[in-house]
């Protein structure tokens, strides 16, 4: 099953959403994307965690 999450999902006013068949690849991408536009967030082990936390399953 795939896996999705978009930045509305952590609440920010952003269109951004992304789709992959796995965790770790949906990771990849919101890590580029969090790089690339959102310099505010620190991706540290306790955001990475709850940026999982909302991911979905679909």
Same mark, same amino acid.
């Given at each position: ?9 952590? +609440?920010?006013?952003? +269109?951004?959403?992304?789709?992959? =068949?796995? =965790? ?15 310099? =505010?967030?620190?991706?540290? =082990?306790?955001?990475?965690? +709850? ?8």
């Amino acid at each position: 099953m795939a896996k999705s999450i978009s930045c509305s999902d952590a +609440g920010k006013d952003c +269109g951004w959403s992304a789709t992959a =068949e796995s =965790e770790e690849d949906l990771m990849k991408q919101v890590k580029e994307h969090v790089l690339a536009n959102h310099t =505010e967030i620190e991706l540290n =082990e306790e955001n990475i965690t +709850g940026i999982k936390s909302l991911i979905k399953e679909v």
